[in-house]
């Protein structure tokens, strides 16, 4: 074990500061700001110049304090002995159906970025990973062509692509072959070198196969004397009952904390920031409670169809693909207690107990909806059954509103609105806070008629154009005595020049580094599915008729009724958003 014991020291003194760690090793913080602002020391970042490592200390004596004038004070810890050792560690990530889709898009695109960033180790390898015949070379030139990412108009961008090409390689091979991950354990071997082996898989691959390419990777390709851990993507299952055969199926071969289920929304900066503002902000968390907010709204929307997805989509629905998972997993963060710390264990049981003192939701209480086509403007958009691979007859839903409540003593009470849709007008995923009315307003008169559109709304734009507003009352200047509804408006893309990495940069970059606060824990899953498994077999076995709506609107009527039932109206509708 190293033991690291600054005191007293500045943050910049700090970064430097050590006792028994090796001279080129400095400290590099990319959460630096967390940890003052927790008083904890849950990381420390390692940095050599070209690689940054986050290691948890073993041991810390205490809290770290500021002290006067920005002076840091903290404890001594003690730092677990491969932190310091990263010379002779290595980590190796395979993408699993690294042919597909999500790997080109996303996957790919985001491993350069990391290391464009210098958030990379300093001896890593790229394994790619599926059934198509493909070289190295071919692999390199697919990789290269989808690099289009938000790195790729920087400086250097065309070296560093060269550079990190020449660290991904490709190995053919079947998802239920033990030989074939046999011949892909070799490859990583010679690649490793002797070093300490990491290896991370990314299951980039159909449902279906998952379990195949899991026993495969853990029983003739798993690190011999590293760690190894396996991302696991959406979807988990279809209902409580096959997610909870998937999840067994999974822990045959590998132990929970070794499984690092996806939800890309819990990457997205926005959702990120959602614990900062609220616990970190006087002014929010007292208002935090069915005392003050009158209802919350968690909005997605896509201004496309299900294109090129039908296949996958027909056989889950909007509820299955939005809600059940991203959606749900942000109003948990929204509405749980506050964690003892902010460790992955204490936030994710958190997050279970405030799923568990959910409602299940009932039928009555979701609104479905399928898009139709639409001509606008000469041009014809598609009905979502013109999709070759969704048959004629589905009911499948591509809309859903639903409304949601959690019955604890904190939010008896409020309704929990979600609405997500596919082929509507506009694109967003927002959460909407809207607050009660001012009791007793002496402005009440000059409001005008009605009240709920003057009451307090904050609004968390998760996508696009990252924005946090607060809709307060205000005196439009004059001689006159009126009132006009302005927003306190911190706009990320003018507050901060600094570009925002991608979700799947965030949650590779953690599962790399083996922080697991951003992943779904079995028990948080089975909560979730158990919220909507009766209602998704209820619609399904009763046939429930979607309200069919035109590609490009605004969806179906009856996500307002939903909404007027529980006297809410949408935030996202109307002049003023
Ligand atoms: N695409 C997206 O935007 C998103 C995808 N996901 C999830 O990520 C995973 C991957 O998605 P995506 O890349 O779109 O998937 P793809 O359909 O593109 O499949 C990925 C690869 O898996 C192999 N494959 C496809 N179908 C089969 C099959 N029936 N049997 C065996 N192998 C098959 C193919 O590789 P080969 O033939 O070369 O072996 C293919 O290139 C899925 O679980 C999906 O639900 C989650 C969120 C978003
Ligand atoms: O998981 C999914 O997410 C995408 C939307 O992701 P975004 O980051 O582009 O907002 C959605 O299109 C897809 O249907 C769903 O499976």
Avoid at 224 to 235: D, F, H, L, S, Y
Avoid at 317 to 339: K, S, V, Y
Wanted: hydrophobic share 35%; aromatic share 10%.
């Amino acid at each position: 074990m190293a033991t690291f014991s600054p005191s007293s020291s500045s943050s910049s003194s700090l970064l430097h500061q050590r006792t028994s760690i090796p001279p080129k090793q400095c400290y590099y913080s990319r959460k630096f700001s967390l940890q003052q602002s927790t008083k904890r020391v849950s990381a420390i970042h390692l940095h050599d110049g070209a690689s940054t490592k986050k290691v948890s200390p073993v041991k810390a004596d205490g809290p770290a304090t500021i002290l006067k004038d920005g002076i840091l004070s903290m404890p001594s810890v003690t730092l677990p002995e491969e932190a310091i050792d990263e010379e002779n560690s290595t980590v190796s990530i395979t993408v699993v159906g690294a042919s597909g889709d999500l790997a080109k898009k996303k996957i790919f695109p985001a491993l350069f970025a990391l290391y464009y960033e210098g958030y990379l180790p300093k001896h890593f390898t790229i394994f790619g990973y599926a059934r198509s015949k493909m070289s190295d070379a071919e692999l390199r030139t697919m990789v290269s062509k989808t690099l289009t990412c938000r790195i790729d108009q920087r400086e250097n961008c065309g070296e560093k692509m060269d550079r990190f090409l020449e660290r991904c390689f490709y190995h053919p091979g079947q998802y239920d072959s033990q030989q074939n991950f046999l011949e892909l354990d070799k490859k990583l071997k010679e690649h490793e070198d002797g070093r300490v082996a990491n290896r991370l898989f990314y299951l980039s691959i159909p449902p279906n196969i998952f379990i195949d390419a899991v026993k495969c990777a853990s029983t003739s390709a798993s690190a011999a004397n590293g760690w190894t851990r396996v991302i696991v993507e959406k979807p988990f299952g279809r209902d409580s009952e096959s997610s909870a055969a998937l999840t067994r199926s999974l822990k045959q071969y590998l132990d929970e904390d070794q499984i690092f289920r996806i939800d890309h929304y819990l990457g997205k900066e926005l959702v990120e920031n959602l614990s900062v503002l609220r616990f970190s902000n006087l002014i929010f968390e007292p208002l935090w409670s069915r005392q003050y907010i009158r209802n919350v709204q968690f909005i997605f929307a896509e201004d496309f169809g299900t294109e090129g997805r039908g296949g996958y989509f027909d056989n889950y629905g909007i509820i299955r693909d939005i809600m059940q998972n991203h959606l749900l997993q942000i109003l948990a963060l929204f509405a749980m207690e506050t964690p003892v710390s902010l460790d992955a264990e204490d936030i994710r049981n958190e997050k279970v107990k405030v799923l568990r003192s959910m409602r299940p939701l009932r039928v009555e209480d979701v609104v479905t909806g399928q898009y139709k086509s639409h001509t606008r403007g000469g041009v014809k958009y598609p009905a979502y059954t013109d999709d070759k691979t969704v048959p004629n007859d589905s009911l499948t839903p591509t809309f859903a509103a639903a409304a949601l409540f959690i019955d604890n003593a904190r939010w008896d009470g409020v309704p929990f609105l979600m609405k997500a849709g596919k082929a509507l007008h506009d694109r967003r995923a927002e959460i909407r806070v809207q607050f009660r009315h001012v009791p007793g307003n002496l402005y009440n008169k000059n409001i005008g008629t009605d009240l709920d559109e003057a009451t307090n709304e904050l609004v968390i734009r998760v996508q696009p154009d990252e924005a946090i507003y607060l809709k307060i009352n205000n005196k439009v200047p004059g001689l006159g005595m009126r009132l006009d509804r302005s927003n306190l408006n911190l706009l990320y893309a003018a507050r901060y020049a600094k570009e925002i990495p991608d979700a799947y940069e965030r949650l590779l970059l953690d599962a790399i580094e083996g922080e697991r606060r951003l992943f779904i824990r079995s028990d948080e899953l089975d909560a979730a599915w158990s919220l909507f498994t009766p209602v998704l077999k209820e619609l399904e076995e009763k046939k429930v008729l979607p309200e069919y709506y035109p590609y490009g609107s605004r969806g179906p009527v009856g996500s307002h009724y939903l909404a007027a039932r529980y006297k809410v109206r949408w935030g996202d509708v109307g002049s003023e958003q």
